[in-house]
């Protein structure tokens, strides 16, 4: 059974760089057809995606985020990581990672973290 955990803080302030990682169990994140992915959701607002990261380190993000997100990956602890830098407090959200499996689905979610930009 494939596990996804997201772990960092909950709080960050204004013009930091946001920090989150996702550490995967029961499935080894080098594997293809999957891409292993960051999504969020504002309060009272729908899911976003925000990027994803493959099994040959090709990175993908939203264009309306591209310039502000970095997405790696660590093989050797089958962990990816977001990195959102210069955040205001239009960021905060609850973060989750997931898989999402060629063609077409997400499979397998995180728990989500619920990340708060507050001075």
């Known amino acids: 059974q494939v596990q996804l955990q997201e772990s960092g803080p909950g709080l960050v302030k204004p013009s930091q760089t946001l920090s989150l990682t996702c550490t995967v169990s029961?499935?080894?994140?080098?594997?293809?057809?999957?891409?292993w992915s960051w999504i969020r959701q504002p309060p009272g607002k729908g899911l976003e995606w925000m990027g994803a990261?493959?099994?040959?380190?090709?990175?993908f993000y939203s264009p309306s985020l591209k310039s502000r997100t970095s997405i790696s990956c660590d093989t050797s602890k089958n962990q990816f990581t977001l990195q959102l830098s210069s955040v205001t407090p239009e960021d905060t959200a609850v973060y989750y990672c997931?898989?999402?499996?060629?063609?077409?689905?997400?499979?397998?979610w995180g728990q989500g973290t619920q990340v708060t930009v507050s001075s």
């Open positions: 990261i493959n099994y040959s380190d090709r990175t």
């Open positions: 029961g499935g080894s994140i080098t594997t293809n057809l999957y891409y």
């Open positions: 997931a898989r999402y499996r060629l063609p077409n689905e997400y499979d397998y």
